[in-house]
């Protein structure tokens, strides 16, 4: 099970966090179908969890269900022109592009999360 420290607890309770995920296509929202279940998208599934539990609003999109979250977000829309369905998955946390080409984990969500521009 995926756990946050508690220092970082502090930060994730903070309502005005936004995670979002722009999802490569899949069967289902989650990926999380099927016979055969994929490990990365359960450790994702368990991860968003754990941020939702902390407070933190996190949102999945995909390409065929939320095309209009992918045209509305200019950074996102660049890397998939420039490098199509390999930029996916694109995570998003609090308007900043954190990673893409694969999922974050928990610490570099919580990095992303504890970074403060001034």
Excluded: H, W
Excluded at 11 to 21: A, F, G, P, T, V
Excluded at 48 to 56: N, R, V
């Amino acid at each position: 099970m995926i756990q946050t420290s508690t220092l970082d607890n502090q930060i994730l309770r903070d309502n005005s966090n936004i995670i979002e995920i722009y999802d490569p296509p899949m069967c289902c929202p989650t990926g999380l179908c099927g016979p055969v279940l994929d490990q990365t998208l359960l450790d994702v599934n368990e991860m968003i969890l754990a941020l939702q539990t902390s407070g933190i609003t996190v949102t999945r999109y995909q390409m065929a269900s939320n095309p209009n979250a992918f045209l509305n977000n200019p950074g996102v829309m660049d890397l998939v022109k420039k490098n199509q369905i390999a930029a996916l998955p694109i995570t998003v946390v609090n308007g900043k592009l954190i990673k893409s080409g694969a999922y974050p984990t928990m610490s570099e969500v919580e990095k992303a999360l504890n970074t403060k521009e001034f």
